[in-house]
């Protein structure tokens, strides 16, 4: 960059801010900010939308992230209601919760999809596909951010955008958290699980009834419940000694996971993939559940858990998974990650309107700022940590067992499904508490 080009950077940044990573996180993030009257660009590595089964929770705080962006009304139109869930040991039933606000099961890509329109109502240039971002560069008042283009004929050419703060939301893989140098600690809680989503018709409810996938098996509410069971949008778990197995209400649908058991806990490549992902999914949902089902195809991840440190440096925050990456088991991260940008975007549009000299001027960040950035650090921090202890304990409570721990765990299970537990349990399972906090 010239000595011009930089003098220039420094007085009239190109954008207010800039977001690194077109997903669910980065989009909101521009879509709040862009509503706020900013200018905002987005930088995403993918062209499209990544069409692969990933996260499908949305907890009520998320949701009230979604009515702010303007998209919550088309996202319930097109999810299913998750009102109440139940756990169990095959056919027996050790107890269920009702929610005081449903989870919305709406898959991932949809999401994205929603939000990418609402960005494009905001403004049809904001969202640059293709962009692979290689390198920032702090200066004084803003930061340059270095990216090529990989659908151009000369993907090698290197092009450059300067803005005022820079949000790295692009993933647990993060190139902005590289370039900042920040470390990636890990945290406690690992596991392997194998998943696939299975189109059906809409469920019946009733012992030895339909899966909702045209399978039999146990139903999705026991007769001991009666009127008073979970309602048919509903999550269930089955806590075997093999591991556990859930299955979760889609539109359309039901997502099955399965806990999986490695032979040797030191060595990952063990996992399945291709159709025996999906042979490993079928056995151990009929092993565990009683069901029959027959997935096209599965997928098996490991869930690990991390956290970077520091999230905040100079002009350039990181977001999302980019910033804490958790068990997907429980679906903490999304909400996490949603919740987080919005208090970030309100965060940086303060930040921004409070300079002395106003916009685009090297003068606007003072220490005032750099402390409420630095407080929406320790939140997010402190959030971060908070659900990767409750991941960490459903990793825990999912884990094969012997016959003693098996019956200890179920009489556990029994205990928190009775009040006053009950109501808590729930209200942590919704994530009632990252709302308050």
């Avoid at 992902?277 to 195809?297: F, K, M, N, Y």
């Avoid at 721990?405 to 009632?432: K, N, V």
């Amino acid at each position: 960059m010239t000595d011009a080009a930089v003098n220039a950077a420094l007085t009239h940044p190109e954008h207010d801010v800039a977001v690194v990573g077109g997903g669910p996180v980065g989009v909101l993030a521009a879509v709040l900010l862009a509503q706020r009257g900013l200018d905002v660009v987005v930088l995403e590595r993918r062209v499209g939308i990544w069409d692969r089964p990933r996260a499908i929770g949305m907890h009520p705080p998320a949701l009230h992230v979604l009515r702010q962006a303007g998209v919550l009304d088309r996202a319930r139109s097109a999810g299913r209601p998750i009102e109440g869930g139940s756990a169990r040991d095959r056919d027996r039933v050790l107890g269920s919760l009702r929610f005081e606000e449903a989870v919305l099961s709406l898959p991932q890509q949809e999401l994205e999809r929603m939000l990418r329109d609402r960005l494009a109502a905001l403004g049809a240039d904001i969202l640059r596909e293709g962009a692979e971002v290689t390198r920032l560069e702090q200066l004084d008042g803003a930061v340059a951010v270095v990216w090529r283009d990989a659908r151009s004929s000369n993907a090698e050419t290197e092009h450059r955008l300067t803005a005022r703060y820079v949000i790295g939301a692009d993933g647990v893989r993060s190139a902005v958290r590289r370039a900042i140098g920040a470390e990636w600690r890990r945290l406690r809680g690992t596991a392997a699980y194998v998943m696939a989503d299975v189109e059906s018709p809409e469920p019946s409810i009733g012992r030895s009834s339909t899966l909702g996938d045209g399978s039999s098996g146990a139903g999705l509410d026991g007769e001991a419940h009666g009127a008073a069971g979970p309602p048919l949008e509903s999550a269930v778990l089955w806590f075997d000694r093999e591991g556990v197995a859930e299955s979760f209400a889609l539109p359309g649908g039901r997502r099955w996971v399965a806990r999986l058991v490695p032979p040797h806990r030191s060595r990952p490549a063990w996992l399945p993939s291709g159709q025996g992902a999906a042979s490993a999914l079928a056995t151990a949902i009929h092993r565990r559940t009683g069901a029959v089902i027959a997935p096209t195809e599965a997928s098996t991840f490991i869930a690990r858990q991390h956290l970077a440190e520091p999230m905040v440096k100079g002009r350039v925050v990181l977001a999302g998974d980019a910033a804490h990456e958790l068990s997907p088991i429980g679906g903490q991260g999304m909400a996490l990650g949603l919740v987080g940008a919005e208090r970030l975007s309100r965060v940086i549009a303060h930040a921004l309107r409070s300079g002395h000299s106003g916009p685009g001027t090297s003068d606007d960040h003072s220490d005032d700022d750099d402390a409420t950035l630095a407080t929406w650090a320790a939140r997010e921090r402190r959030h971060a940590l908070r659900a990767a202890v409750q991941a960490e304990f459903n990793m825990a409570m999912g884990r094969a067992a012997g016959p003693f721990m098996h019956a200890l765990r179920s009489a556990a299970i029994r205990m928190l499904a009775l009040p006053p537990l009950d109501r808590l349990l729930a209200r942590a399972f919704t994530l009632r508490w990252l709302a308050r906090d």
